[in-house]
């Protein structure tokens, strides 16, 4: 069965670096998100990307943060400048081919900022 | 604006019981999408059934049900014969096009723990 991967699982980091979170999509979807869930709170979303472009993002999805889809299979979050308020866990969703179907999560990556 | 609300923090129960998670949400579009998402100790998302706001039958899945009632904006689900595997967070969460538009991001409650005791 088709499935969402993400790479790191963990990524520790020092505060200030930039680090990028790996995504791979399942193969014939078309919508791409991330959320971000701060240990032991909700899931909260981010960003949405579709045909190349943003179509939403959160107040969370500040001018630190970017989205790329470098190539037709992978789907990455940079975070320029971390902050320790940005360890958490970090989820990459994709959905089929229109927005009103279910997001199918990753294994998420656990971002550790020091 | 969406609202995903489970006010049941934390529920305890021992194996073979049922136990019902609430969730209560809000929205102002006519058209929307309900979730429950299951998290495992190994933190994971792992989707578990979607419901259309247009389909209001119920259904059964295994030890499995689902209870969605509209006139409540109640979405809630039911295990029956618990076992120490369903033991996890379970997430409810809402999607919508926040008033004609075309994203559907998910709005998710704060979750549910269940521990399941042997």
């Known amino acids: 069965e088709p499935e969402v991967t993400q790479t790191p699982s963990h990524q520790v980091t020092q505060m200030g670096q930039e680090v990028i979170l790996r995504c791979v999509p399942i193969?014939?979807?078309?919508?791409f998100y991330w959320y971000r869930q701060i240990l032991g709170q909700k899931v909260e979303f981010l960003v949405s990307?579709?045909?190349?472009?943003?179509?939403?993002k959160s107040e969370i999805f500040d001018d630190q943060f970017s989205v790329e889809r470098p190539d037709g299979s992978n789907f990455t979050l940079k975070i320029r400048s971390t902050k320790l308020e940005d360890s958490a866990m970090y989820f990459c969703?994709?959905?089929?081919?229109?927005?009103?179907?279910?997001?199918?999560f990753g294994p998420g990556t656990r971002l550790t900022v020091l | 604006a969406q609202k995903v609300t489970q006010a049941q923090t934390e529920i305890s129960v021992v194996e073979k019981e049922d136990v019902t998670l609430d969730c209560v949400y809000e929205t102002r579009d006519t058209t929307y999408y309900l979730f429950w998402y299951k998290q495992p100790p190994s933190g994971e998302l792992v989707f578990l059934i979607r419901r259309n706001s247009f389909d209001e039958q119920n259904e059964i899945s295994g030890r499995y049900s689902w209870n969605f009632q509209k006139s409540t904006s109640s979405f809630n689900f039911t295990i029956t014969a618990s076992q120490v595997v369903d033991s996890a967070v379970y997430f409810c969460?809402?999607?919508?096009?926040?008033?004609?538009?075309?994203?559907?991001?998910?709005?998710f409650g704060k979750g549910t723990l269940l521990t399941v005791n042997p």
């Open positions: 990307f579709y045909n190349n472009e943003i179509s939403e």
């Open positions: 969703a994709s959905s089929g081919l229109v927005s009103t179907d279910t997001q199918y």
């Open positions: 193969s014939n979807h078309l919508y």
């Open positions: 969460a809402l999607s919508a096009s926040n008033s004609g538009g075309s994203n559907y991001k998910l709005t």
